[in-house]
């Protein structure tokens, strides 16, 4: 049992392969926890983050219960043998906690522990926290202790790997930063810029010479639309490629589930469209009619049941929120802007809205956009 089999080992790998795949340091070391006790039969684990001055951050623990974490009063504050691992940076394995002679014991309600094995993680030559594994029947062995250490390795490689992505990414986002503030500076900025100018010097004429302004401003005009144009196939290309983005079925899906949560509703969703169909900025407006006809359902109508239906239908989609709730009167005073935005919105863009409710009855909200 206490041997390193073949098997122990394969299991010992395909753990630490498993941990080292985690892409958040937040599920790295909650798996890391995880397989520490699994490997080694201990009741309870967790890990320890360090700050700055070698004080707990964080502390992740396992094997406890809820209720039982929220009645101790205080995470571990890393005084005590915790702090020895730290200030020494080495493994501590123990029999009998109590007996260390740095040990401060535990605060109330914390449950008894005895048998204990501690090591600390490292990332590049400093520790960046402990790995700790308590109570284990009959003790923690030497064999539990090379296990840990190796998995701390492991961790610890992990870690390193995730902060250089996230150094990484941040990196590429400044830059992108940088360019789309230059492209804007150098093409826009200064086409309006040159229009400005332009205009003011025609302000000088305006008194004498009628035909001088009036060519200057039309000659604005057309400049303002090219640089709009300009400006408009700029955001174009901003936006994130096709495949990048998500469908509008899966949109809307996420965006209801979301706003229902907390109403513990399930809001029945149905998009019968063809793939790709239809595409922006009209999914904007229909995303928009479904988060505030739902909402709207979800505050106002204390519904049972709300359902959402999305359908192309030739060169029009049907956007349907429907609710069995209280209903309206559609026609009293309402202080919200939520359904007056909604049929500016829907009429700015040629399309239909309409709005059937009654005191008692439930409410459906229908708009038709047109597909074009
Ligand atoms: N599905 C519905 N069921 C019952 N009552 C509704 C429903 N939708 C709207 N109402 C009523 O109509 C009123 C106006 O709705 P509207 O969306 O314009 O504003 P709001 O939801 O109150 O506020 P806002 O949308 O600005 O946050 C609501 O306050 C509510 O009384
Ligand atoms: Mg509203």
Redesign the pocket.
């Known amino acids: 049992m206490n041997e390193f089999t073949p098997q122990r080992i394969r299991g010992l790998v395909e753990a630490a392969a498993g941990v080292a795949g985690q892409t958040d340091l937040s599920s790295l070391l909650r798996a890391t926890v995880s397989t520490a006790i699994e490997l080694t039969g201990a009741k309870y684990g967790a890990v320890g983050v360090l700050g700055e001055h070698g004080s707990l951050v964080d502390f992740i623990p396992m094997g406890m219960d809820e209720e039982n974490i929220k009645q101790i009063s205080h995470y571990p504050r890393g005084t005590g043998v915790l702090g020895t691992i730290t200030r020494q940076a080495q493994t501590v394995r123990l029999d009998e906690i109590a007996d260390h002679p740095d040990a401060v014991g535990f605060p109330d309600h914390h449950p008894g522990m005895h048998t204990f094995l501690g090591v600390p993680v490292r990332v590049g030559d400093r520790v960046f926290g402990n790995l700790y594994l308590t109570e284990k029947p009959g003790g923690f062995t030497e064999h539990d202790e090379t296990i840990v250490e190796l998995l701390a390795v492991t961790v610890g490689a992990a870690v390193a790997t995730l902060r250089l992505q996230e150094r990484l990414r941040r990196a590429a986002l400044q830059e992108d930063r940088e360019r789309i503030a230059r492209d804007l500076h150098d093409s826009i900025i200064q086409d309006l810029f040159a229009i400005g100018l332009s205009l003011q010097t025609a302000i000088g004429h305006i008194d004498h010479d009628g035909e001088t302004v009036r060519t200057r401003m039309s000659d604005a005009v057309d400049r303002l639309d090219t640089t709009i144009g300009a400006l408009r196939r700029y955001i174009f290309d901003l936006r994130p490629p096709v495949w990048a983005r998500p469908s509008l079925s899966a949109e809307i899906r996420r965006l209801v589930a979301d706003l229902a949560e907390p109403y513990g509703i399930v809001v029945g969703v149905e998009i019968d469209c063809p793939p790709d169909t239809p595409e922006a900025p009209l999914t904007d407006h229909i995303v928009a009619v479904v988060k505030?006809?739902v909402?709207?359902?979800l505050?106002?109508?204390h519904a049972a049941t709300i359902d959402v239906r999305v359908a192309c239908d030739g060169d029009r989609v049907l956007v349907n929120i429907a609710?069995d709730?209280?209903?309206?009167d559609a026609d009293g005073e309402?202080?919200?802007?939520?359904?007056?935005n909604l049929a500016r919105r829907v009429s700015a863009v040629g399309g239909e809205y309409v709005l059937d409710?009654a005191p008692g009855k439930g409410?459906v909200v229908t708009v038709w956009f047109p597909l074009t």
Do not use: I, P
């Not at 709730?325 to 309206?328: A, R």
């Not at 309402?334 to 007056?340: A, F, I, N």
């Open positions: 505030e006809s909402s709207n359902a505050r106002h109508a609710d709730g209280s209903g309206f309402h202080g919200g802007l939520g359904l007056r409710t409410t």
